[in-house]
């Protein structure tokens, strides 16, 4: 008795199919009515017209039914000529973490630079580019100690799960990154949109640099800051300026971490510790 109404459920089942293919001649047709330039647009009359046509709420194949999902992330080095898997070759001073009794203490940063690689004498004029899309949230142009330095906030919800988890962003928080020393005035506005891989400009030696490198720094902080002018290191600044700078670097509002975990998510970097003076 199974095995009788299986193959009659199985009868039914193919003649149900041949009945709902049958009247549905929009495949065929040519020129259905949802032609449109947007493929996203033209999805759904196409869904409608194939619901509309069958006698019974057959449940449509899994290939047509629309899923968000997650937008995908580019993630570009910083440095146009040097792909991801070159930087670690060309760091020149690593990501410190500050001793306890000096948050300000050592190098908030990574370095990229050299002398005589391939075709190039200098890392000098090499072009900087933003690692991620976001928003532009601070240009200076040659202050100290940054030089000429850009900030792009990327937000939270931008970032796919491997980054997310690397920069370890809390709920109201976006990742900054900041890019420093280059050679000319930045090519970016405050509040301009950035597309990942978009030019910056050029590494230099602009503000507290003896020779050309990319000082490359990421921060976790409020989303949607834009920061202001900020100096310290110079008899000049204002009292404002130190206090954004300080803001930046030491209020413990936008901490700081290694930007390489960004670019090799789940790699564990050695904690660099400065060596302690007697
Ligand atoms: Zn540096």
Redesign the pocket.
Known sequence: MNHARFFFAVFLFLAGCTAAQAPAPAADTPSPPAVSPSPALALEPVLAATAASTAEPTPLPPTLTPTPTAPAVQVCSPLVEHPIDELLLIVS?PYYRPPANNPEGR?????FSYYRRGERESIAGTGVQAVLPGRVAMVLADSFPYGNVVIIETPRAALPPDLLEAAALEEGESLYLLY??MEGAPLVQVGDPVEACQPLGAVGRSGNAGIA?L???ARRGPQGTTFTDMQFYDTRAAQEQIDNYLLWRISGVYRHFNPLELLFPGRVFPTVTPTPRE
């Open positions: 001073d190098h908030h940063g990574v370095d420093a020393h490198h000082h490359w720094e």
